[in-house]
């Protein structure tokens, strides 16, 4: 069915954005296909829907029921029900529906795993494993650096111009979720790596039409959240860390360093784009799992 293929398309979307953006495990992504798969077969041969547009609450809730018929189980109906409810955010965020139908049903309260992070030592590792004798190190050095200095969202680096790096007041203007602009702070070592990226590689990169995005591909393109992804993967081996990392443990150790340190919490937020600071608190919880470990290990009578 056409209309089939083209929510299956957003469908990949979504579930690539989980992986790149979110960093969330391949069993994870597998459950989130099955239910959606489940949802979207339901939307076309069950309700004939002509779009996501067209869904209401009424239809999800008796989706929902559906299951319940079927005789899945409470916890397999709410990871359904967290799925389609993270799904319809996703659509609404990327401009692909204007209202969310979903925001009003109740979501179950499941725990929340923290974010990984990383130690100081090891994001060091990781900014110095670019060659920088090489175009593309030069290029991957100063991606890195920016995703540390700022702690933006793969989205919003892959979305950067150049018009958006101010190099005078040493800042990015970032365009956020739901299209929130915000600025945060550049930092002078990821100044300067941008700096010898855009003088000594990107100016070879652009081809007859310029790309006005600010981190390109060898065809000189903007580059792709899945070049972020690997990027990332690939010097996490070579600096030898064995943590799973994904280009979200650089947003997640920014945030976690950041507080270390006593920076406000309400600055944090802002930096970070998160509309609600309870997003934020999670980072104040890794920090206390940290302490505790510290003094779990160190203690003389732990």
């Known amino acids: ?71 899945l189980s409470s916890n397999s109906i709410s990871r359904a029900l967290v799925s389609i409810k993270s799904f319809f955010r996703f659509l609404l965020a990327e401009g692909f529906l204007k209202d969310d139908v979903t925001a009003a049903l109740e979501s179950p309260k499941l725990i929340r795993p923290l974010p990984k992070v990383l130690l100081l030592s090891e994001v060091e590792k990781i900014l ?20 540390y200095a700022t702690g933006m969202r793969v989205s919003e680096v892959v979305t950067l111009r150049m018009a958006d790096v101010d190099f005078d007041l040493g800042i990015v203007k970032c365009m956020g979720k739901g299209g ?24 070879k990169m652009v081809k007859e039409k310029a790309d006005p995005h600010l981190f390109l591909s060898r065809l000189g393109r903007k580059i792709s959240r899945q070049t972020f992804w690997k990027m990332v993967k690939v010097y996490a081996r070579r600096s030898r860390i064995k943590k799973d990392i994904m280009p979200h443990t650089l947003r997640h150790s920014f945030a976690t360093h950041l507080l270390e340190r006593g920076a406000d ?17 999670i980072y104040t919880h890794i920090n206390k799992e940290r302490l505790k470990a510290i003094h779990k290990q160190f203690h003389p009578r732990p």
């Open 1 to 71: 069915m056409k209309e089939s293929n083209s929510l299956k398309g957003l469908l990949e979307e979504f579930l690539n954005y989980l992986t790149v953006e979110r960093g969330l495990s391949s069993n994870t992504i597998i459950s989130y296909r099955q239910d959606l798969l489940r949802f979207i077969d339901h939307c076309v041969t069950v309700m004939g829907a002509s779009g996501l547009g067209s869904v209401k609450r009424q239809d999800i809730s008796n989706y929902l029921l559906s299951l319940k018929d079927k005789g």
């Open 265 to 281: 919490l309400r600055v944090v937020q802002e930096m970070l784009g998160h509309a609600d600071i309870a997003t934020t608190q």
């Open 128 to 147: 110095a494993a670019p060659d920088t004798r090489d175009p593309i190190g030069i290029r991957d050095k100063a991606v890195l650096e920016i995703m």
């Open 180 to 203: 929130k602009e915000r600025i945060v702070p550049l930092g002078k070592k990821a100044q300067d790596a941008v700096t010898r990226y855009i003088e000594k590689v990107r100016g």
